[in-house]
């Protein structure tokens, strides 16, 4: 449809050039004949647009008549077709406005096993575009129409509607949705989207997105499978840079391993990096019992004893201590079993403390 609304545009523009251009010379030629300029502009438009009101000055000699009866049949023929292009235009406008909500509507109806993506950020692209190298269908609401734009530029489904709103999340699909992201850089808003979420299918996975720490366990309560805070990754990350270097940059090096993680992305698999902290629930224990314990939600790879040490293939009896650095394959939606890692939280005065 956008490529058959090309050619009404283009009619569009053509005849607004044609009348300019004959308005143009129409003004040319009557000060070429010793009229002011305003007097030129103002015959011209009389003349063009059919409204007659009286001659400026008197038409008289061949020259004068000759560009008149010009301006009147090239101008006027001009400003019949420059209407029906705007008629076209219009109308095709509308149609296409109407086919494409339709075809979207449609498009979201027929969705099954999808992931809806609350917010449109800089977190939400990043999601978005790892779903679809995935090939996990996903569709983005967003009310922002800077944003919304951008995500229709990108090819993503989409829905211009506040998600907070529970006939949003009902109009994106959510009771035949796999899983809902709520990513928005509202603490609050994610929250009452959770609920609504959560309310309106229980069965849902939902992973919601925090800034402050203090904000997991509101999220929890309101019925999040998974919170993520992305100042806590972000500083998990640069520690593992610091202390697993060889582990991350192999991970993380372009081409072939790009490559492998978005095959193992549509496989349903995630690659990791995770340290084994003091007082975890996997500090001291062998890598067979720890994969029985996360139930099989990961399997280890390689092995770290240190910063300094060579990373070692994993084997079943090798037992893990505090520091080390693990790399595994995580099932997509099971990276919750990796909290093993971590020691456990209690919340204090001033907020969540580890060990």
Same mark, same amino acid.
């Given at each position: 449809?956008?490529?058959?609304?090309?050619?009404?545009?283009?009619?569009?523009?053509?005849?607004?050039?044609?009348?300019? $251009?004959?308005?143009?010379?129409?003004?040319?030629?009557?000060?070429? $004949?010793?009229?002011?300029?305003?007097? $030129?502009?103002?015959?011209?438009?009389?003349?063009?647009?059919?409204?007659?009101?009286?001659?400026?000055?008197?038409?008289?000699?061949?020259?004068?008549?000759?560009?008149?009866?010009?301006?009147?049949?090239?101008?006027?023929?001009?400003?019949? =077709?420059?209407?029906?292009?705007?008629?076209? =235009?219009?109308?095709?406008?509308?149609?296409?406005? #109407?086919?494409?909500?339709?075809?979207?509507?449609?498009?979201?109806?027929?969705?099954?096993?999808?992931?809806?993506?609350?917010?449109?950020?800089?977190?939400?692209?990043?999601?978005?575009?790892?779903?679809?190298?995935?090939?996990?269908?996903?569709?983005?609401?967003?009310?922002?129409?800077?944003?919304?734009?951008?995500?229709?530029? %990108?090819?993503?489904?989409?829905?211009?509607?506040?998600?907070? %709103?529970?006939?949003?999340?009902?109009?994106?699909? #959510?009771?035949?949705?796999?899983?809902?992201?709520?990513?928005?850089?509202?603490?609050?808003?994610?929250?009452?989207?959770?609920?609504?979420?959560?309310?309106?299918?229980?069965?849902?996975?939902?992973?919601?997105?925090?800034?402050?720490? !203090?904000? %997991?366990?509101?999220?929890?309560?309101?019925?999040?499978?998974?919170?993520?805070?992305?100042?806590?990754?972000?500083?998990?990350?640069?520690? %593992? #840079?610091?202390?697993?270097?060889?582990?991350?940059?192999?991970?993380?090096?372009?081409?072939?391993?790009?490559?492998?993680?978005?095959?193992?992305?549509?496989?349903?698999?995630?690659?990791?990096?995770?340290?084994?902290?003091?007082? !975890?629930? =996997?500090?001291?224990?062998?890598?067979?019992?720890?994969?029985?314990?996360?139930?099989?939600? =990961?399997?280890?790879?390689?092995?770290?004893?240190?910063?300094?040490?060579?990373?070692?293939?994993?084997?079943?009896?090798?037992?893990?201590?505090?520091?080390?650095?693990?790399?595994?394959?995580?099932?997509?939606?099971?990276?919750?079993?990796?909290?093993?890692?971590?020691?456990?939280?209690?919340?204090?005065?001033?907020?969540?403390?580890?060990?």
């Amino acid at each position: 449809m956008n490529s058959a609304l090309g050619k009404p545009l283009r009619n569009l523009l053509g005849g607004v050039a044609f009348v300019l $251009a004959v308005m143009a010379l129409a003004i040319a030629g009557y000060m070429q $004949a010793g009229w002011p300029l305003a007097d $030129a502009l103002y015959m011209t438009v009389l003349t063009v647009f059919t409204v007659g009101y009286g001659e400026v000055h008197p038409i008289v000699g061949v020259e004068l008549r000759t560009i008149t009866i010009g301006l009147i049949v090239l101008g006027c023929s001009g400003t019949i =077709f420059l209407t029906g292009a705007l008629v076209q =235009f219009i109308t095709f406008s509308q149609i296409n406005d #109407i086919l494409g909500t339709r075809r979207m509507k449609s498009q979201i109806e027929s969705l099954s096993g999808h992931v809806i993506i609350c917010g449109f950020g800089r977190i939400g692209q990043m999601l978005a575009r790892e779903l679809i190298a995935g090939g996990v269908p996903c569709l983005v609401l967003e009310r922002n129409e800077e944003r919304l734009a951008g995500a229709q530029a %990108e090819g993503f489904l989409c829905l211009r509607a506040d998600a907070t %709103e529970e006939d949003a999340l009902r109009s994106a699909g #959510i009771l035949n949705a796999r899983a809902l992201a709520t990513v928005l850089p509202d603490d609050a808003a994610n929250v009452f989207i959770t609920l609504s979420a959560r309310s309106l299918n229980g069965q849902l996975t939902i992973i919601a997105r925090g800034e402050a720490p !203090s904000t %997991e366990r509101k999220l929890l309560q309101a019925g999040a499978d998974r919170v993520v805070l992305p100042t806590h990754i972000g500083a998990e990350r640069i520690a %593992e #840079i610091i202390l697993y270097p060889e582990l991350s940059e192999a991970l993380r090096r372009p081409s072939e391993s790009d490559a492998a993680a978005t095959g193992l992305r549509r496989l349903g698999l995630e690659l990791h990096v995770v340290t084994v902290e003091v007082g !975890s629930a =996997f500090d001291g224990r062998r890598i067979a019992e720890i994969e029985r314990r996360a139930e099989n939600g =990961f399997l280890i790879l390689s092995v770290q004893a240190g910063r300094h040490e060579e990373p070692k293939r994993a084997e079943p009896d090798m037992r893990v201590s505090a520091g080390a650095g693990l790399t595994l394959v995580a099932r997509t939606g099971r990276a919750v079993a990796l909290d093993g890692f971590r020691a456990p939280v209690r919340t204090g005065r001033n907020g969540p403390i580890r060990g």
